[in-house]
């Protein structure tokens, strides 16, 4: 990721170039500085999945107003966890009241 130094807005690539979509400004691409700065997930540890198929219902936490994408049910199970690096906000986790189909969500 880069900002624009004339503006201060976030520039997208084309090509070899660095190009600001606010003002227009232009830099190249220098793939050296690019490379130590790349982001990457070496050494995130894995997460498991844990089955829930065995845990009564009382046991599953709390519920909330969330529509299941499978039947239509308006109730969930949900917890929160921190899937992801620790300075991005943590993934919702959901599991359908009826019919138990789970699905996450995540801030963007």
């Known amino acids: 990721m880069k900002f624009c130094d004339e503006c201060g807005s976030m520039m997208k690539t084309e090509g070899d170039d660095w190009v600001c979509g606010s003002c227009g400004y232009e830099e190249s691409r220098n793939e050296a500085e690019e490379a130590k700065t790349a982001v990457t997930t070496q050494g995130q540890e894995e997460t498991e ?6 845990v009564s219902a009382e ?47 995540d801030d963007h």
């Open 59 to 105: 046991d599953m936490g709390p519920t909330t107003e969330a529509r299941c994408p499978e039947c239509g049910n308006d109730q969930a199970f949900w917890e929160m966890k921190q899937i992801r690096a620790a300075d991005e906000s943590e993934t919702r986790f959901f599991t359908c009241t009826e019919c138990e189909h789970k699905w996450r969500e």
């Open 49 to 54: 999945v844990i089955d829930t198929s065995d």
